[in-house]
């Protein structure tokens, strides 16, 4: 009895080995990936849908988002406004990737804060560019108006942008740190 057992199983044993060789099994997994997807809609008002029971739900009635060639918004580069804040990200990855502290004002232990304004049109193409409060130091200020002109020209608006100008506020604090 114990050697038909053994024999039985070394001979399941050997023919499982050839089934693997001949159709191998891969064990390994592939990561999943997961995507999150959020569906936009307009508000429905009830008043509205009682009487229209044919409504076309595959093209809703949404109101027209182009931009008017007036239309304007100013912003800030930390806006927190879902339409802007991911593009306001894009353009301070931008310009933080161009600006640098300059060297002699490095040496010379200059530092301040200064306040610039630029507009951007729908292209994203560099309109203007102010200062709207000076670091103190012309140096400083001038870096910070070379990172702001050199990241130019930015990318085009997002939909979520819908104004055909856009002001962005950004703020440029020069400090040394003690080593």
Not at 19 to 42: C, D, G, K, N
Not at 112 to 126: Q, T, V, Y
Request: charged residues 20%; aromatic residues 8%; positive net charge.
């Amino acid at each position: 009895m114990r050697i038909s057992l053994i024999l039985s199983l070394v001979c399941h044993l050997g023919i499982v080995l050839v089934v693997q060789r001949a159709f191998p099994l891969h064990w390994t997994f592939a990561s999943s990936r997961a995507y999150r997807v959020e569906l936009i809609r307009p508000p429905v008002d009830p008043s509205q849908t009682e009487g229209q029971a044919d409504t076309n739900l595959a093209k809703p009635n949404l109101p027209s988002q182009k931009p008017e060639e007036d239309s304007e918004e100013t912003i800030s580069l930390d806006t927190s406004d879902k339409r802007y804040a991911s593009y306001a990200g894009i353009i301070k990855g931008r310009i933080t990737a161009h600006w640098h502290y300059p060297s002699a004002a490095r040496e010379n232990l200059l530092e301040g804060k200064l306040l610039l304004l630029f507009s951007l049109n729908r292209k994203g193409a560099l309109l203007g560019l102010r200062i709207l409060e000076s670091s103190g130091s012309t140096l400083l200020d001038r870096e910070a108006m070379r990172a702001v002109r050199s990241a130019a020209p930015y990318p085009p608006f997002p939909g979520s942008v819908t104004v055909a100008k856009l002001h962005v506020k950004a703020q440029f604090d020069y400090k040394l740190a003690a080593q």
